[in-house]
T-cell receptor, first 115, second 110 residues
């Protein structure tokens, strides 16, 4: 089965350090999402891309978060500088236009701990 | 403010019974609604999508209803099994963006 690959699976870092999370979407998928999941807030939409163009990143704290798709096989989410409140599981999901294929495929997530 | 609320507490049911999970929303006008399953330590897995002009959708033991007047979706699992134990999430879709509810933790007791 095709899958969305996220790396690293776990990351522990000190406050103030830069963190980069990577996502390899399913080949051929043209839509990529980044979500953050915490116990308190649940799943929050951070950003999404269509055909590699960022369409909405209003859910991201702009001063420290950035999301890019340097090519169709790689999406990155960067936090600089990281803070303890950024501790969460970050998920990437990919899919096609919903009218073509319903539902999106999620990766297994990156569990980030900022100490 | 916009809200998406699911069963507020964990749901425990006996094996073989039908589990019914609710998803209520306010101040959204979704064009479609999706249901996902999430197991501990894993990402959500897509189960079903229902569009605003559809009342009901079925897939094997799963059934979803969507009432845009009540602003509610119901998710049913018939003949439930212990393997159905997981957290179930509804997600409201507008365009290509979708927003998740808080999730309901379902436990099916053998």
């Amino acid at each position: 089965d095709a899958r969305v690959t996220q790396t690293p699976r776990h990351k522990v870092t000190e406050m103030g350090q830069e963190v980069t999370m990577r996502c390899q979407p399913i080949l051929g998928h043209n839509t990529v999402f980044w979500y953050r999941q915490t116990m308190m807030q649940g799943l929050e939409l951070l950003a999404y891309f269509r055909n590699r163009a960022p369409l909405d990143d209003s859910g991201m704290p702009k001063d420290r978060f950035s999301a890019e798709m340097p090519d169709a096989t790689l999406a990155t989410l960067k936090i600089q500088p990281s803070e303890p409140r950024d501790s969460a599981v970050y998920f990437c999901a990919s899919g096609l236009d919903r009218r073509q294929t319903p539902g999106y495929t999620f990766g297994s997530g990156t569990r980030l701990t900022v100490v | 403010s916009q809200k998406i609320e699911q069963n507020s507490e964990a749901l425990n049911i006996q094996e073989g019974k039908t589990a019914t999970l609710t998803c209520n929303y306010t101040n959204y006008s979704p064009a479609y609604l999706q249901w996902y399953r999430q197991d501990p330590g894993r990402g959500p897995v897509f189960l079903l999508l229902i569009r605003e002009n559809e009342k009901e959708k079925r897939k094997e033991r799963l059934k979803v209803t969507f009432d845009t007047t009540l602003k509610q979706s119901l998710f049913h699992i018939t003949a439930s099994q212990p393997a159905d134990s997981a957290t179930y999430l509804c997600a409201l879709g507008m365009g290509n963006q979708f927003y998740f509810g808080t999730g309901t933790s379902l436990t099916v007791i053998p």
